[in-house]
């Protein structure tokens, strides 16, 4: 073969470079894959619309959601170096110059969501404070001087012109020191004074801006390295205007155990805290998915997948989207009917072009198939036979669909309203967990359910009136008609509240006659209680407030049970719904121990022949070599011996045991797996 | 929280649970779910009781039951899904202690097939429950087993080629099986003191109590369902017992054949290669079905690799046809590069001077293999036309699977323009990466599971059947010492006697010099020191020995030759004179 050699490992295969020109795009690998490739290009190119817009938006919103952060990590910046800015000669801040600003940034776990909040962070640092941004990772800085190179290198990258690289290229090898970079710093804050208008006003709003260093992980930085950087930077801290950020992935007590009293009393610490990621997960999930605005929906078991990897394995927001991404491309890779899955006009006419095939497809998704079955019988006979007709009810299904998604939304977030408060929290805290509850199956079956609803029958009057007032809120932010009708019976039900307020002061007054009890022995008091329990109990008399209750109560119920099925019931749920988890969780959170395991123990499984066919933990006597080998190793690991194989497979006979072996050289058969087996299965 | 609950939990904490129960806990997982909650909460009540006034305890019922939520549903993922490994029972299997539950099957086929020359007639595999309710009673009873070795004996072409192995097998179904069936103190020692007996029949020695202790060990799991509670204090204290007993035993006997001691010559590659080749593997067609299941996938794999993931294929048997196949079919009109992982000389150096001198036609050289990294990741940011698809066989290997090695190859894959595929088959192959890793290689996985043989990526590696050129073989050793004058010979003998009487103490440097020319005199050797020197440097010349300078500055001689060899070519030296 072409690629194997005994001299070398790399091989590198050039096209000439005529052909090489020419490229595939991409969407033909979408359209060859499959063999009925139905608007294969038309699906591709919504998955990538669908696709950008969803980037765009978790773009946006992580902007949003590190705005709040990095506005006050710059104002405390600025306020840090106004210090230094006004050179005042007051004994106070003399002090306070010795000390080195420092922000630390305490950002959680999610480790490689880290880089993009760095990233955007120092954007917004260079476009805000200050030209002069350096970011550091703990495994470029074995050592000081390497933190220094790499610090001089960056700096300079960062604010010279290419004029003086070549100089600057020669000073980087020859030495780099924090005199120097002083000396560098006061040269480019003079060079740049007459410069002035060249560059943008606001990055050079001060006569010397700060530099500012952000260490990415600060845990990993040896802590000789860091102390020794700080102290030498906090003597040249009157020339040189540093300002550190920390970045710190567990808990700020690590800077005072990586640094002793003496050095970390030379900065000025001040606490950051980011958004905590499961905010973030929420906020993600919310604006993506629970929203009508993009068409694509998860099942419930890929949402439930792709939390699980979220909260149990890396809290990365990233890999979060990655596998919205994976199930987004899935969903447009395998259903030829995702062509639907678009805005709603767009989709209307989509439909009208269907291909014959496609509307044959139509017919045989399961949900169609149960809608036709509810219909009368001709118009069964022409959902099956008539084209027209066909897509004309699929329009119509399709909006219904739409329609369906908005009431949906709605009603959840009302719902999630009610249950979030709840002790106990029957229905989880989060939205996602009743979101993930409700697409699985009719909610109001659960016993979750009727608990919350029980609990609900025994709210105060203000947490009641607080919460109808959120979502009167939720139902006023819609423009939906269908559920306006809703908003105004919320309206009512406060305004009954509040006059219930002017009637509960009569009943107080009306109701303490009967708590003067007298003094009485023991047996008659006993038979009092007995008789009021009684009494409460038959006569069943309820105050107005909690007949009022006990109508919220019902009216979010019947709301439930309205607008809240499962998508299952929905026809044509498919063309929007991504469904197969399985695939999703081989490629994301694959097991390749399993794999082994089950290819070595189970061969059956793969290879699809009557004769492997075995029960549990035996193995049959065809199975390829390997597995039997295996097999026998796992059984007597220690006792193995090459010899005694090979020996005993040639002594017995070969008719019914390993078939496969040839009677040549049955001896040696074993030994080769074996070989190949060690190098895969080391345990 | 009421009181009697309370107290309920308190007893709870005193309770004993046995031994059976905890095994149970771990081995069985069937009815895993069942028993996770079960304990859950009562995990939930202790911590009710400890922390009662708070009102956190919610959070902890919260988490539990998401704990729940998660283990249910990675349970029916496993079992839902299509592909990825059966395991119907869970993870237990896969990461249990070494699992012995069933080798008792393993066992009974070996002493199906050690019948076969007894009864010398071709033996039925579907009467074998009646094999096994024989062998027990004819190896218990003492004259039984003794025609058996007759037999055996008679048979003498069947005892030469019964390993000891095997014997041992023949003996565990046996015991284990008494053991199962009745299950008492008394029947266990009977069964010892047959054993006993039987040990002395076969003169073997067999570690009895190790064997037994296994098999004991091995048949719990298996009557665990017997609810009886006497049983289950004997098998408690037994389990203790038999514990000890099986950690105490220092040394496990096991057959001390070696290949060298077959009278078969060691192969050649080439003829291995061509045994190897003649034989068809079985189940071809499945295999083959396999194969186009897996090119179906090529295209979305391209689709895919251009989306921005990175693609990894692990499974069992060697993937390199695959992604050879990949290759051909997919990337003929693209750059791509091919790494053979499991070449013993790879390093992430060659990998980059391969990238920058073929691929981007860059002659000049670099300080480190991060500034070439970083010129490697320029010249791919600036040309957005570059494309460039690695293949890379064996991504786990050896001398691949270093920390930085990983963070240089994530490095590059995580270019825009840079597509990896990349083939992994260690067990624990995915403990290479972290997440910071993880993220930047950004993989899909992919199971391909082949069964071919890793031919290719085990040709470097030596296999015990073929005949090691690096070392002397016998024939060259008598060549050489054909050619000598006798008293050269009678040196090496005496040098190659002495190592063999040494072989055993592990701080054996070798013979000195002065010891040596010692014992040489006495046999009449040599004569002077020069004349020892002499001859020393003709066998060193010849490679036939090694010296050694030891720590106290004496020089040790050491023949490099493995004993084995030794041993033959003294017995070949005693035939001829």
């Not at chain 1, 959170?589 to 395991?597: D, G, S």
């Not at chain 2, 609950?5 to 069937?30: A, P, S, T, W, Y």
């Not at chain 2, 300078?549 to 070519?569: M, Q």
Request: charged share 25%; aromatic share 8%; glycine share 4%.
């Amino acid at each position: 073969m072409a690629t194997s050699s005994v001299s070398k490992g790399c091989f590198v295969f050039k096209p000439n470079f005529k052909k090489r020109k020419i490229s595939v795009p991409i969407e033909d690998y979408f359209n060859k894959g499959k063999d009925e490739s139905e608007d294969s290009k038309l699906r591709f190119e919504t998955y990538h619309l669908i696709w950008q817009q969803m980037k765009s938006e978790t773009q946006r919103l992580q902007e949003e959601l590190n705005k709040n952060l990095f506005d006050s990590l710059i104002e405390f910046l600025q306020k840090s170096h106004s210090g230094f800015q006004k050179n005042s000669k007051d004994w106070g801040s003399q002090i306070k110059l010795r000390e080195i600003p420092t922000a630390a940034l305490v950002l959680g776990v999610n480790v490689t969501d880290h880089d993009l909040t760095f990233r955007s962070l120092t954007e917004a640092l260079q476009s805000h404070v200050t030209p002069y941004v350096v970011s550091l990772q703990s495994k470029d800085c074995p050592d000081v001087k390497h933190f220094l190179q790499k610090l001089v290198s960056q700096l300079m990258d960062c604010c010279v012109d290419v004029e003086s690289k070549e100089e600057e290229s020669a000073q980087k090898k020859t030495h780099c020191s924090m005199d120097s970079l002083s000396s560098w710093y006061t040269n480019v804050t003079q060079k740049t004074d007459p410069k002035m208008p060249r560059k943008k006003r606001t990055s050079s709003q001060w006569q010397s801006p700060p530099v500012v260093l952000i260490l990415k992980d600060m845990e990993s930085f040896t802590t000789k390295v860091l102390q020794d950087f700080i102290i030498i930077s906090s003597q040249h801290l009157h020339e040189f205007p540093l300002i550190l950020i920390f970045g710190i992935a567990t808990s700020p007590i690590i800077i005072h155990r990586l640094l002793p009293h003496a050095v970390s009393s030379l900065l000025c610490i001040e606490l950051f805290q980011s958004l905590s990621c499961k905010e973030h997960l929420t906020t993600v999930l919310d604006k993506l998915l629970l929203t009508t605005q993009f068409p694509f929906k998860l099942s419930e078991k890929v949402l439930q997948i792709l939390t699980n990897i979220f909260l149990y394995h890396d809290f990365s927001i990233q890999n979060f989207i990655k596998g919205l991404q994976l199930s987004l491309l899935e969903h447009f890779y395998s259903q030829p009917l995702s062509v639907l899955c678009c805005s709603l006009p767009e989709a209307k006419r989509r439909i009208h072009s269907l291909s014959d095939n496609q509307c044959e497809n139509i017919r045989r998704l399961p949900s169609f198939r149960r809608y036709v079955e509810k219909q009368a019988s001709e118009k069964q006979v022409a959902l099956l036979t008539d084209e027209r007709f066909l897509k004309e009810e699929a329009q119509s299904l399709l909006e219904n669909l739409y329609v369906y998604h908005t009431n949906y939304f709605l009603v959840l977030r009302c719902l999630h309203q009610f249950t979030s408060s709840l002790p106990k929290y029957p229905l989880g805290r989060q939205i996602r967990e009743l979101y993930c509850t409700c697409l699985e199956k009719n909610i109001w079956d659960s016993e979750e359910y009727a608990s919350a609803l029980q609990l609900l029958r025994m709210l105060a009057k203000d947490e009641l009136m607080t919460i109808l007032e959120k979502c009167f809120k939720v139902f006023k932010s819609s423009s939906e008609k269908q559920l306006g009708s809703t908003a105004k019976k919320i309206e009512e039900l406060l305004a009954q509240f509040q006059s219930l307020d002017e009637a509960k002061e009569e009943e107080d007054t009306s109701g303490s006659h009967s708590k003067g009890l007298q003094k009485t022995d023991l047996y008659h008091l006993q038979k009092s209680l007995l008789e009021m329990k009684e009494l409460r109990r038959t006569s069943k008399k309820q105050t107005k407030f909690e007949v009022l209750r006990e109508k919220v109560v019902n009216f979010i119920d019947s709301l439930v049970r309205e607008y809240l099925l499962p998508p299952e019931t929905q026809p044509l749920h498919e063309a929007v719904y991504f469904s197969a988890a399985h695939t999703l969780r081989e490629h994301l959170n694959a097991a390749p121990r399993v794999a082994l395991h089950t290819a070595l123990n189970n061969p059956y499984y793969y290879l699809k022949n009557e004769a492997l066919k075995s029960e549990e933990g035996c193995i049959p006597n065809v199975a390829p070599d390997i597995c039997i080998a295996y097999k026998l190793h796992l059984e007597c690991s220690r006792l193995i011996n090459l010899v005694d194989w090979s020996e005993f497979i040639r002594g017995t006979p070969t008719t019914a045991w390993l078939p496969s072996s040839a009677m040549s050289a049955p001896g040696i058969r074993t030994s080769e797996p074996r070989a190949a087996e060690k190098r895969n299965v080391r345990t | 929280m009421s009181k009697p609950e309370l107290k309920e939990d308190k007893m709870l904490e005193v309770q004993f649970v046995g031994d059976d129960d905890v095994l149970n806990h771990i081995l069985d997982r069937e009815g895993g779910a069942k028993l996770k909650k079960e304990r859950a909460q009562l995990l939930v009540n202790a911590k009710k009781i400890i922390k009662k006034p708070e009102y956190d305890l919610e959070e902890d019922d919260q988490e539990v039951l998401k704990d729940q939520n998660y283990v249910e549903v990675l349970g029916q993922d496993i079992q839902g899904s299509l592909k990825n490994g059966s395991a119907t029972d869970g993870g237990n299997k896969v990461y249990s202690f070494q699992n012995r539950k069933h080798s008792e099957k393993m066992a009974k086929l070996a002493s199906e097939l050690a019948k076969t020359p007894r009864k010398s007639v071709s033996f039925n595999l579907k009467n074998d429950p009646e094999i096994m309710i024989n062998i027990p009673q004819c190896s218990k009873g003492h004259p039984a087993s003794d025609k058996v070795q007759l037999k055996n004996n008679d048979k003498g072409e069947f005892l030469s080629t019964t390993p000891r192995g095997l014997r041992k097998r023949l003996m565990v179904p046996r015991s284990h099986s008494d053991s199962e069936s009745e299950y008492s103190a008394s029947n266990s020692e009977d069964d010892e003191g047959v054993a006993q007996e039987c040990e002395e029949d076969a003169n073997e020695v067999i570690l009895r109590p190790k064997s037994q202790a296994q098999n004991r060990v091995v048949s719990a799991p298996v009557c665990k369902e017997t609810p009886s509670k006497k049983m289950k204090r004997d098998k408690t204290s037994d389990l203790v017992e038999e514990y000890f007993e099986a950690h105490s035993s220092s040394k496990v006997l096991t057959s001390d054949r070696t290949l060298q001691k077959l009278k078969r010559p060691k192969l050649d590659q080439q003829t291995l290669r061509n045994l190897l080749s003649k034989v068809a593997p079985s189940f071809s067609a499945e295999l083959k079905q396999l194969n186009q299941q897996y090119e179906q996938l090529f295209h979305k794999w391209m689709l895919q690799l251009h989306l921005g993931f990175n693609i990894v294929l692990y499974g069992l048997g060697s993937k390199r046809d695959l992604l050879e196949r990949f290759r051909t079919s997919m990337l003929q009109d693209s750059v791509h590069v091919v790494i053979n992982g499991f070449f013993p000389g790879i390093s992430v150096k060659s990998i980059l001077n391969s990238i920058t001198q073929e691929v981007l036609d860059h002659t000049g050289t670099f300080h480190s293999v991060l500034d070439q990294l970083d010129w490697i990741t320029n010249k791919f940011k600036e040309d957005s036309s570059l494309e460039l698809f690695l293949l890379i066989h064996n991504l786990d290997s050896q001398m691949l699977r270093g920390d930085k090695s990983q963070q240089i190859i994530g490095q590059l894959s995580s270019l825009q323009n840079i597509y990896l595929i990349a083939s992994i088959d260690h067990l624990n192959a995915p403990l290479m990466w972290d997440h910071a890793k993880q993220s930047l290689y950004n993989w899909l996985w992919y199971e391909t599971t082949t069964y071919s043989p890793y031919t290719e990526e085990t040709s470097y590696e030596n296999s015990l059947l073929v005949k090691q050129s690096g070392s002397l073989p016998l024939s060259s050793l008598t060549h050489v010492l054909r050619s000598l004058t006798p008293n050269a010979r009678g040196i090496f003998r005496l040098l190659s006697k002495y190592q063999l009487d040494n072989q055993e103490s592990p701080s054996y440097a070798g013979l000195s010099f002065q010891d040596f020319y010692q014992q040489c005199r006495e046999a009449f050797l040599v004569n002077s020191d020069l004349t020892l020197r002499a001859q020393l440097t003709e066998f060193r010349d010849h490679k036939l020995i090694r010296t050694k300078k030891g720590a106290d500055g004496v020089e040790y001689l050491l023949i490099p030759v493995d004993s084995g060899t030794l041993t033959d070519f003294l017995e070949k030296e005693e035939e001829e004179s």
